[in-house]
T-cell receptor
């Protein structure tokens, strides 16, 4: 079964600084990979996804992620963080044939002015 | 607009009472899911349903029950057998045959005292 690790529980950045949130997965074949964002008290919104093809994926709100098979990673990046990006971020992995993804425990992003 | 609605947003119950959380979607998605979210634990799958009149237990189904009488609706009942029911509950849906990405409702916060 697949598993997902988000090693950082909290990340604090200054507004305007760059951001990288880490995600590592465990799965034998090529996984389906997702990043979701959750504002406080709200549901999750899909930021971006990777199924195949170009390993650098562009998403909404200026986010991107890169799939690195050799490192089993799918890190989320943003070149310049805005205060409105403060939220909880979840990485998820799915496998072909199973439509139920496994979610990481989330990383809470704090943005300082 | 298509989407998922959950009602109510906040729910309060006394211990020993059953309570039903509503989830409706107009996305014409086949699959629907219920997750429980506790601080620092990510999302844990309670039940999921791929088609009408069929559903399967997730990782933490004990103390919960569901029904899927209509494609659009997937209500979750938190029974008195659930030992620690206070949590944030998220409903999601997806297209089973492609993409695997999930669409989430805004959530219901249940408090049992």
């Amino acid at each position: 079964a697949q598993s997902v690790t988000q090693p950082d529980i909290h990340i604090t950045v200054s507004e305007g600084a760059s951001l990288e949130l880490r995600c590592n997965y465990s799965y034998g074949a090529t996984p389906y990979l997702f990043w979701y964002v959750q504002s406080p008290g709200q549901g999750l919104q899909l930021l971006l996804k990777y199924f195949s093809g170009d390993t650098l994926v562009q998403g909404i709100k200026g986010f991107e992620a890169e799939f690195k098979r050799s490192q089993s990673s799918f890190n989320l990046r943003k070149p310049s963080v805005h205060w409105s990006d403060a939220a909880e971020y979840f990485c998820a992995v799915g496998e072909e044939g199973s439509y139920i993804p496994t979610f990481g425990r989330g990383t809470s992003l704090i943005v300082h002015p | 607009d298509g989407g998922i609605t959950q009602s109510p947003k906040y729910l309060f119950r006394k211990e020993g009472q059953n309570v039903t959380l509503s989830c409706e979607q107009n996305l014409n998605h086949d699959a629907m899911y219920w997750y429980r979210q506790d601080p620092g634990q990510g999302l844990r799958l309670i039940y999921y349903s791929q088609i009408v009149n069929d559903f399967q237990k997730g990782d933490i189904a004990e103390g919960y029950s569901v029904s899927r009488e209509k494609k659009e609706s997937f209500p979750l009942t938190v029974t008195s057998a659930q030992k620690n029911p206070t949590a944030f509950y998220l409903c999601a849906s997806s297209i089973v045959t492609s993409s695997y990405e999930q669409y989430f409702g805004p959530g219901t916060r249940l408090t049992v005292t």
